[in-house]
């Protein structure tokens, strides 16, 4: 998640947290595949190969789904990226609570995928990333190795 805006605050702390030195703002890269308030989308056997950013991004709202069996290889960001992490423009440190409950990613399962070379370009991605906000008491994201 690239930094959009960064500072460092002057005195250091804010009322929520009086040891925050610094605030800064996120934004959510592109993908070359993105699926949005989708049900039962399924990805098996695919390849997903030499990619500047992410790879597959199950954005938001995306209940019900897999990906399965496919490869990633060669992606400049996050291989698979699902689930929200915060609302656009939201300052990264504070604690993710969606007013609406439908953003929420649920029930995506990741079985045997293949992430190599992965966050090649942009040093902040991960190979996986899944999002939930910190309200959700079981959301299932079910990853099978």
């Not at 709202?61 to 656009?88: H, N, P, Q, R």
């Not at 440190?93 to 409950?101: A, G």
């Not at 190599?116 to 999002?131: M, Q």
């Amino acid at each position: 998640m690239p930094m959009t805006e960064a500072y460092k605050l002057r005195p250091a702390g804010t009322p929520e947290k009086a040891s925050l030195d610094n605030q800064a703002w996120i934004t959510r890269p592109g993908a070359a595949v993105t699926a949005s308030y989708a049900r039962n989308i399924s990805f098996d056997d695919c390849r997903f190969e030499h990619i500047a950013s992410t790879g597959l991004d199950y954005l938001m709202g995306v209940k019900s789904s897999k990906v399965m069996g496919s490869i990633f290889k060669d992606i400049g960001g996050t291989a698979i990226l699902a689930g929200s992490f915060a609302d656009e423009g939201m300052e990264i440190h504070l604690p993710y609570n969606p007013k609406d409950e439908r953003v929420v990613a649920d029930s995506i399962t990741l079985i045997n995928n293949l992430v190599t070379d992965a966050t090649n370009e942009d040093w902040g991605s991960v190979g996986i990333g899944l999002g939930i906000p910190v309200t959700q008491q079981s959301p299932t994201m079910k990853l099978r190795m």
